[in-house]
């Protein structure tokens, strides 16, 4: 009687159930070793994601850096020197392609011969008055490079600047020539009262 309680009482032995070693470990298992061990599957996933990402970054990189890789010696700054300008508005030539060169910039050819001429009449004297018709000349030159350059599309060299700007600049000095032979002395061709006193200051 006593031998066969023992023996049954005994975990493993014959006249009672075994009992392995993983039921027993889990019949210890606490609420406390649960959260240990779940809190060290989350840190092991952190650092696995990590090391993931990291990876990833590096070959993402490494990709970019093979696909776009910087040019040595390139700046995005403005060169100091100047190596090319725009052309100005209606800076194209003047002619079909296929003519020769100065029918092409006829425009500037014009306004320059008919300033040269009024130059040289000014300096030969060929004639009396030859100073004022010179001088007149030369204003009128200016102004119809004003004139050229507002009709038409395309005036080739003559353009230097604006549309705008060629215009006032021409067309001044022009008038501004023309009005001060006309008004020179002696024997002016034209009077006007509050500009004599500048026309008596360029002549002395």
């Known amino acids: 009687m006593g031998a066969g309680t023992s023996a049954a009482a005994e975990p493993g032995g014959e006249g009672g159930p075994a009992v392995s070693e993983p039921g027993v470990a889990e019949a210890v298992a606490t609420p406390e070793t649960d959260e240990k061990a779940d809190k060290a599957d989350e840190a092991d996933g952190r650092k696995a994601d990590a090391g993931g990402d990291g990876h990833a970054e590096k070959g993402d990189d ?19 020197v100047t190596q090319d300008t725009a052309r100005p508005e209606g800076g194209g030539r003047a002619a079909p392609g296929d ?7 006829w425009p500037l050819l014009t306004v320059v011969g008919a300033t040269g001429l ?6 030969l004297a060929p004639f009396d008055q030859s100073f004022r ?6 204003g009128v030159a200016l102004v119809t490079g004003a004139i050229l350059r507002r009709i038409m ?29 006309l008004m020179t002395q002696p024997k002016p061709w034209l009077e006007i009262p509050f500009l004599e006193d500048v026309v008596h200051s360029t002549v002395p």
């Not at 490494?62 to 100091?80: I, M, Q, Y």
């Not at 018709?133 to 030369?138: N, Q």
């Open 153 to 181: 599309p395309s005036v080739g060299m003559l353009a230097v600047r604006s549309r705008f700007t060629d215009m006032v600049t021409y067309g001044l000095l022009g008038v501004a020539i023309v009005l001060l032979s």
């Open 62 to 80: 490494a990709g970019d850096g093979g696909e776009a890789p910087a040019a040595p010696g390139t700046s995005r700054r403005f060169p100091t």
């Open 133 to 138: 018709i010179g001088t007149i000349l030369i």
């Open 118 to 123: 009024g130059l040289l009449i000014v300096g």
């Open 99 to 105: 003519a020769p060169a100065p029918a092409r910039q």
